[in-house]
């Protein structure tokens, strides 16, 4: 999986409580993602990072906040889940974006998170 | 906001026999169009990626097709194998966009 990892790989939680969940790179990539995957919706972008400190909103954000304080960290953090944000989450890594390269990810091997 | 459809939640091929597999797309113009493979469990693997000004590009036994006046991309796997049974994505991205939009996959079975 291209030197990501992710943790915890399984999580089960009850609705209210805060939840963070990691992505670790070693491949130096400058851009970061959290996606998550459901049944009939396929991969939504929740924050992405394009740098240490700089992220902003992808298409599904309510709920969520990110932080990227190192090149090779990116946390994820539900405030307080709720059985909404029950979801298998991917990290993903890419070098460039779609200006001069091809924005070609690496996926981690995802998270499933189970919300009760 | 975009749409983009994938023909079909799952294809079932006979092994040896050419899989094609369809992405449309609605109320977007991407620059480039990529398609991943995912396996049961683990993140999506990059295969290709095609960009609007190109028709074809083809890797081993892949071929991608990209029609922007249908707004559709085609995707080929010429003599299949079991082994290429799993899922496939179709994403979208535009020029100075930092995200991607995906598909929501075609379930791709090889029959032995």
């Known amino acids: 999986d291209a030197g990501i990892t992710q943790s915890p790989r399984h999580k089960v939680t009850e609705t209210g409580t805060p939840v963070t969940l990691r992505c670790h790179q070693t491949e130096n990539h400058r851009y970061m993602y959290w996606y998550r995957q459901d049944p009939g919706h396929g991969l939504r972008l929740i924050h992405y990072?394009?740098?240490?400190?700089?992220?902003d909103k992808g298409e599904v954000s309510d709920g969520y906040s990110v932080s990227r304080s190192k090149t090779e960290d990116f946390l994820l953090t539900l405030e307080s889940a709720t059985s909404s944000q029950t979801s298998v989450y991917f990290c993903?890594?890419?070098?460039?974006?779609?200006?001069?390269?091809?924005?070609?990810?690496?996926f981690g091997p995802g998270t499933r998170l189970t919300v009760l | 906001s975009q749409k983009i459809e994938q023909n079909s939640e799952a294809l079932n091929i006979q092994e040896g026999k050419t899989a094609t597999l369809t992405c449309n797309y609605t109320n977007y113009s991407p620059a480039y169009l990529q398609w991943y493979r995912q396996d049961p469990g683990r993140g999506p693997v990059f295969l290709l990626l095609i960009r609007e000004n190109e028709k074809e590009k083809r890797k081993e036994r892949l071929k991608v097709t990209f029609d922007t006046t249908l707004k559709q991309s085609l995707f080929h796997i010429t003599a299949s194998q079991p082994a290429d049974s799993a899922t496939y994505l179709c994403?979208?991205?535009?020029?100075?966009?930092?995200?991607?939009?995906f598909g929501t996959g075609t379930r791709l079975t090889v029959i032995p």
């Open positions: 994403a979208l991205g535009n020029t100075g966009a930092n995200n991607l939009f």
């Open positions: 990072s394009y740098g240490v400190k700089d992220t």
């Open positions: 993903a890594i890419s070098e460039s974006r779609g200006t001069s390269g091809s924005n070609e990810q690496f």
